[in-house]
């Protein structure tokens, strides 16, 4: 129960995560694109700050699913597995790095000046590296150890 628990965290907080870059990249910016209105830009900056969340939950819910299930000890043993953990780790803290170091600093420059380049961009490169992650992440469970 307590395994199926921790696994039901990780994968609600990973569709948060992969739900918030996809309604940031698909509806929120172009419409800050069509209309820069104040309202429209608070939530936009505060759904930053949840995928933040969701995020961190994502990946402290994998760790302790790591430990529940094959072990830590599994992801040095070189198998696919462990291989496919460390990819998911490093592609997790690029992702939450991107909401806080460039998502949200381009969000504030399309508040201040209209321009939503930056902000298009780098929405569409999380929803892209949480896409593949949740790619990897399917693909783990059948994975060798």
Known sequence: MITWLIRYGHVLGAGLWVGGYALLALVIIPLLDKENHSVLIRIALTSVRVLTYAGTATLLFGLALITRTRGLASLTRGGEWGAIMIIGFIMAVIVLGIGDAALRPALKHLWATGDSRRAR????IGLILTIL????MTRAIYAVS
């Open 121 to 124: 961009r780098w929405a569409w």
């Open 133 to 136: 992650a949740i790619g990897f």
